[in-house]
């Protein structure tokens, strides 16, 4: 699949916000065109869902992060953005975009690591 490069991860402290992108590795892709899920994987735990834009707009959210997590796309750039408020520890994880994928895919790219301190 079409390798997604996620980035902007950093520190940041309880209650605090970071700013996700993610933009594609080839100029052909186009987020106008695709959906793109947002996953994140604590050290120790299992991958997890995070959240999803589809082409047309529609989104989605993990319970866990719903209310607190926001995802928006900018056409011009080709770029989508996680837009992560209120930050908790368990937050704490490495970061991936990707097209949307089954439970099985094992091609994820380097991701982004967010480390929210208590």
């Known amino acids: 699949q079409v390798q997604l490069v996620a980035s902007g991860g950093g520190l940041v402290q309880s209650g605090g916000s970071l700013r996700l992108s993610c933009a594609p590795s080839?100029?052909?892709?186009?987020?106008?065109?695709?959906?793109v899920a947002w996953y994140r994987q604590g050290q120790g735990k299992q991958r997890e869902w995070v959240a999803t834009?589809?082409?047309?707009?529609?989104?989605g959210f993990a319970d866990s992060v719903k209310g607190r997590f926001a995802i928006s796309r900018d056409t011009a750039k080709n770029t989508v953005y996680l837009q992560m408020n209120s930050l908790k520890p368990e937050d704490t994880a490495v970061y991936y975009c990707?097209?949307?994928?089954?439970?099985?895919?094992?091609?994820w790219g380097q991701g982004t690591q967010v480390t929210v301190s208590s």
């Open positions: 990707n097209v949307p994928v089954k439970s099985d895919y094992d091609n």
């Open positions: 834009l589809t082409s047309i707009g529609l989104t």
């Open positions: 080839v100029t052909f892709f186009s987020f106008s065109s695709n959906a």
